[in-house]
């Protein structure tokens, strides 16, 4: 009686999520710049596997555990932790995260979490350490919404929760059609110069280009690093 009210349970619990998850997209409740890693369909889905292809022939196929800092819908999360180790997601936007948690229990992937928060130099305080940690597309949000030095600061606070790697990515300045790119002028004149420098200025020993990817907000490709320890 007990193991037939347990699934009983579970079947209800994973028709909540699937309704949850159905009513999200139906009305476009998120801003959709990652997909479903489950559903392996779309323009967007081979962006991100095109990413993730990167970072796989860069990062030794090992269980490491993993912060995917804005982290929307999951896609990175999800693709970690099928190496097996613990990974963690955080989005300041509470449909994405919604959505992480969704995809999490309809297809019981039990070792990651998220959790809906900003994060910032302080908050990394309150974080274990991690031996990889995604950064992607985030960056220039930091200095857009505060300025170089608070974003330099939240970097040096990132890599002393790092163990082993950084993937990184970011707008840039010569991006067109959007309005953050004045806020990034001192990249100029040559982006993946200053974002390497950068980089290894708080904390990293070697940096290197592993791809180069459209986004949805420009037709200019983005940069993507690998920072290591």
Not at 87 to 107: L, P, Q, T, Y
Not at 110 to 119: L, P, R
Not at 170 to 176: A, F, I, M, N, R
Request: hydrophobic share 40%; with cysteine.
């Amino acid at each position: 009686m007990r193991n037939y009210i347990n699934a009983l349970i579970y079947r209800v619990t994973v028709l909540f999520y699937r309704v949850r998850l159905f009513i999200q997209n139906i009305f476009h409740l998120t801003k959709g710049y990652q997909p479903n890693p489950f559903i392996l369909d779309g323009d967007s889905i081979r962006v991100c596997q095109d990413r993730f292809a990167s970072i796989n022939s860069e990062v030794p196929n090992e269980p490491l555990s993993c912060l995917d800092i804005g982290c929307n819908e999951g896609f990175f999360t999800f693709k970690m932790a099928e190496r097996g180790g613990f990974c963690m997601g955080i989005d300041s936007g509470r449909n994405e995260v919604m959505v992480a948690e969704s995809i999490k229990e309809i297809n019981r992937i039990e070792n990651v979490s998220f959790v809906n928060m900003q994060i910032g130099p302080d908050s990394f305080k309150s974080l274990p350490s991690f031996d990889i940690i995604f950064l992607l597309s985030v960056f220039h949000h930091i200095v857009r919404h505060n300025d170089i030095e608070y974003a330099k600061k939240f970097m040096i606070e990132l890599s002393m929760r790092n163990h082993k790697y950084l993937v990184f990515e970011t707008g840039q300045p010569d991006e067109e059609g959007v309005d953050w790119t004045k806020d990034l002028f001192f990249m100029l004149p040559d982006p993946e110069v200053w974002i390497k420098n950068m980089l290894l200025s708080v904390g990293y020993s070697s940096v290197k280009v592993i791809g180069k990817n459209k986004s949805i907000r420009s037709s200019i490709p983005r940069l993507l690093f690998l920072a290591t320890k």
